[in-house]
């Protein structure tokens, strides 16, 4: 089979999607299941899913020709096979966590992915929340070592689109916990509840998109706690609804920051490179501080070093 003839099911799977959202919505507003739905918000939701379809078009060339660049330098070919397709899907799985983990780490990668948690609600429609930037963060260059081991671009496409179909399912507040196994493999409800939480506790927690093993190794796995209810949403909550304002705001944040008169070239970098919430004058907290300030320490914990108002 030809790599390029391999569809993109994250796109073909939106009737599914939307078929169960009103599933959804109408099974918890009958109390058959847990969860809530607000209107302007599932169609502020709706608007993010549509729009990221629409710059991941008008942006994909930039990913495309990058890959296919570094396609022409591989050092092996791999052909399609199931056993090849499982082997994109996990190590595509592996460069999603570090996608994700930097996405939350870094402002600018941030700036994009913030979209995403950008509702107060947590159910299927939270999961068509998605960014309009696409491949313009840069981030899809973390792609490039499996290109050039001999994975063609198609396969990888392929692949990212299964994980992101995987991930629909997990917004949800109707599932409570799965069987033990499960829990102990796959990305589920319950993890991703977490990964959506605003609770010092649970910041910067289970970055995985399939697999939560990822998150287990590498020290950044939380699991969800009773006596502790998930609060959804950012540190800093919107409060818009405004879907141009919920793709872009964080862009515009940063370049008002970037311009900002008196600042050191190393300062204006940090703007755009440092954790979410870095400032040079100590007026703004990151996620670390935050957990400091709450007496919770990070889950990966960094040496706390006299700093001055900065990290
Ligand atoms: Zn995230
Ligand atoms: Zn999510």
């Known amino acids: 089979m030809n790599p390029t003839d391999l569809p993109d099911v994250s796109v073909l799977a939106a009737p599914l999607y939307l078929a169960l959202i009103g599933l959804e919505a109408l099974r918890i507003r009958a109390g058959r299941w847990k969860g809530r739905y607000e209107a302007r918000d599932t169609a502020t939701s709706l608007t993010m899913g549509a729009g990221s379809v629409v710059a991941g078009g008008l942006f994909g060339g930039i990913a495309a020709s990058v890959l296919f660049a570094a396609w022409e330098a591989r050092l092996a070919t791999i052909p399609v096979s199931i ?91 109707a599932i409570d916990r799965l069987p033990r196994w499960f829990e102990a493999v796959f990305n589920t409800p319950s993890h991703h509840r977490v990964h959506h939480a605003k609770n010092p506790r649970y910041l910067d927690a289970n970055y995985a998109g399939t697999l939560i093993v990822w998150d287990r190794w590498f020290g950044t796995f939380v699991p969800e706690q009773e006596a502790e209810p998930v609060c959804y949403g950012l540190v800093h909550d919107l409060d818009s609804y405004n879907p141009l304002w919920v793709a872009y705001h964080e862009v515009i944040a940063i370049a008002r920051d970037l311009v900002r008169p ?34 919770i320490v990070a889950p990966c914990p960094t040496p706390l070093r006299p700093s001055p108002a900065t990290t």
Do not use: C
């Open 262 to 295: 008196g600042l050191m070239p190393g300062e204006r970098l940090r703007y755009l490179l440092a954790p979410p919430g870095w400032s040079h004058d100590g007026s703004r907290q990151t996620s670390d501080e935050l957990k400091r300030a709450s007496g």
């Open 83 to 173: 056993g090849s397709l499982l082997a994109a899907f996990v190590l595509g799985d592996l460069v999603y966590y570090w996608q994700h983990r930097l996405g939350h780490r870094v402002r600018w990668f941030w700036a994009a992915h913030v979209t995403h948690h950008s509702s107060t609600h947590y159910n299927l429609g939270t999961a068509l929340r998605q960014s309009w930037m696409g491949p313009l963060t840069g981030l899809f260059a973390l792609n490039l070592p499996l290109v050039w081991i001999g994975f063609h671009p198609g396969m990888l496409a392929f692949v990212s689109g299964l994980n992101l179909v995987y991930q629909f399912w997990i917004h949800t507040e």
